[in-house]
């Protein structure tokens, strides 16, 4: 019996007081295959064969790894071009060398820089994911790519994780909502979308050695579901494997991960390529299904492991050639199903008018308003003749940060921006940067020195003892402090090349405990001493600064630059209160929410928290405006009367920020993620579940809001939060059967305030009685609608029977429990309006 016919059958519903239900439902296997009808035609399949007969073994080889650093190889006789590549996911990335990591430096290769997918997914809407997805598909193919590497649909279990900004969140019903309509987009303008990280890749700490140990329920319930749908729903071309290991095997040749689920349940017929340098080998590799390798470091590109070796296995008999023909017939199918194959396939368009509407639209729809006690935003004009700025986000750009994300973009508005553009004349708007309070780190602003992502770093070298003499290990670390957070003692040096900004007097001071020294251009300037010392420093010169340090503690080396540029706290309060308004635009940085390092705390950073509570005690009219991609701590909080997270906001984010603070735009975001109110609260942390060795997943199925509900931990705002300029009132919930198996769920939202507004309905789920352990919620859909004031519409969402099922381990399948389900349906996680049980058979 089909899974229809049986739930046509068997459900019946109705409302449910103290109705104890036990029958138990076992759902067949639904939907196993892909239901997608992916553009291939039976035509395709023959000439994919006739091609694979006409090539010789070493060409099938070289369509299976890397022939520069985002290419692979051609058979250019018989009409087989190269494939090209490009990060990432939220523009297309700049131009490098064929062959190294430098950049080409082009005049042609800018992009649109988009919002990142967190703001997408702070947008709950599926319009904005196919707007995000249409610029980058088209942009891509307007710069000649046939992949573009994204979207990034890895869960934000840690706050920590430094790519979480590259995200969607900690929800997985939510991303994998939103990662079909993007992927669809893209690959609809001609370009393979390659969805990334494939799978588990939730840290950044050790990120190619950490070994994901997740229980099957966790992995298919958690961290699959937003893959599952890019493939099955969405018609993914591509997926990139993660850097982590799988059960102690590389993610890229865990059978289990790509044999047995992605190729086999759900009928993935595309390719699945390698993160850039992945611990893999030839054998595991190929057989369980990895099809293209690419690389970071390698020179010879016959040196991949699906290069040379791949070959001599095959020639040897160690592997079967039809094992390399699988693969080769995969990247045709992509080839010939993203035109590369067709004369007439769509060139695309880039940093079009309508591109740049689109990027500003999406950070809009993003922008979360999270607290607005009496009414405080939006700011109006015709009321406010004097707006301060102050906060490090003021006048930053962000695009090109980040990683491998990092875009060129034409321009990129900074939020200082935006309101001079918004306000012109009308108000006088001053910029003014806060010195901090206490010692904290040099500002990334005056290190020159770069990781290759871009970011401003130091470079830290580990050694064995006082002597410095044998190196153990080295990386870059981004700020001036160093937090040893194992206790252990280090031997350490940390070097950096500082550029002033301001000629004059620089007092440097450093905090910590153990032996610490300072060298600037090799002269000793702090010798073990917590005393200020006092440097005349050049403006634009470069001065190499190293740092010796041994202890077990942590350090943090700090300045005052001269000449009024970061001013102190008497003279920034005076400004401060004689403001009409004022607006902090702080958060964190690409410093911090970055690849290949995660955060060591959730504070903000160079004492922002203190800055913040001197402003808000003096200026009760301020506004704190947070630009961020993952979680951090507020302790002034309740001192706030507004607050509002504005993300990373792509190349428009000032314009959007400006629009939604000054009101012309009506907030309707929502967090994708919980902002816990420190970090010991988080589960991965509580459980000491996060080290570069191995992740257990100890919480198992609770991630995000599901943890602090189970263990009633208070957040500092739940997921799904988000306030509006107006309000919204919730009647008439109905939840109704249907034929085929699902449950309908209707209700009336009605706009009860005075301004037109969108609102995200929520919908989540409890399964009131169950043989394992279920969240007490889960998000099992969401709609947006926008009413004009004193509308009223009906909402429909529907519930299908997967969204009631838990991955059930012992029959290694999805199933439902016949019986009582109860419906929360309101505005967040916290501020749910209508509940109703229902009885599911
Ligand atoms: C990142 C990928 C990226 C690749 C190519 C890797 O370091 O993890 O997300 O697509 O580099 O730049």
Redesign the pocket.
Known sequence: MSLSQSTQLLLAISLVYGCNATTEQSLEKPEQKSQVQLDKTPDFESQIESLLAQMTLDEKLGLVHADSK?SIGAVERLGIHEMVLS??PHGV?YEINRHDWAPANLESDHSTYLPPLTTVAASWDVEMATLHGNVLGSEARHRGKDFI??P?VNMARLPLYG?NF?YMGEDPYLAAKLVVPEVKAIQQNDVAA?V??YAL?TQELN?TGVDARPSERTLREVYLPAFEAAVKEGGAWAL?GA?NNYYGTNANQSKHLVMDILKGEWGFEGVLMT???VNINTFDAAVNGLDIE?G?DVKNYNDYVLADNFKKMIVNGDIEPSVLDDKVRRILRVQFNIGMMDKSRKSGQRNTQEHKVAARTIAENGVVLLKNDDNVLPLDPTQIKSILVMGPNADKAHGAGG???EIKSLYEITPLQGLKNALGNDVEITFLRAQPDDISPIPADFIATRHWTGTPAWNISFYQGRRYKTKTSESWIVNSEYKNSDGAKKYIKMSATIKPLRSGEHILQAEFGGEFALYVDGRRMISDSRRPVSMNLMAGKAYDFEIEYQGKNNFVLGWQSPGGLFLEKEQYLAAAKKADAIIYFGGLSHADDR??IDRTDMKLPNGQDQIISNLLSVNANTTVVMVAGSAVEMPWVEQAKSVVWGWYGGQEAGNALANVLLGKVNPSGKMPITLPKQLSDVAAIKLDDYNATESLYKEGVFIGYRWFEQQQIDTLFPFGHGLSYTTFDYQNLMITPLSDGNVKLTLDVKNTGLVKGKEVVQLYVHDVESSVERPLKELKGFTKVELNPGETQQVALTLKPRDLSFWDESTNAWRYEAGEFEAFIGSSLADLRLNQRFVYQ
């Open positions: 985002f990060d990432g990335r590497l994204g990034g790519r590259e390659t990334k990280h890749n990120r990139m850097y993160d850039w340098n690419m970071t990683g491998s994300s690849e290949a």
